[in-house]
């Protein structure tokens, strides 16, 4: 498999860990207790999305990325 880097983004939960989201690959979703056992889950699940990706012969998404601003 082909080296890859994936945004993650890390959202602090009110009762405690994170949660995590890969947003070039909408699908995948997992949570962690401290920052570190997060990344490790993302980059578990992102392994494992890829894998069945290419099992199944389909291509992995490619996003366009942008900002906007908003508000005063």
Known sequence: ???????????PEPEGGYS???????????QGETVEEAEAMAKE???????AMDEDGLP???????????GG
Not at 1 to 11: G, S, Y
Not at 20 to 30: I, K
Not at 45 to 51: M, N, Q, R, V
């Open 60 to 70: 992995i998404p490619s996003v366009e990325r942008k900002r906007v601003a908003v």
């Open 45 to 51: 699940a992102i392994e494992l999305y890829l894998e």
């Open 1 to 11: 498999m082909t080296r890859r880097e994936f945004e993650i983004v890390l959202v």
């Open 20 to 30: 995590v989201f890969v947003p070039e690959l909408p699908s995948v979703a997992t």
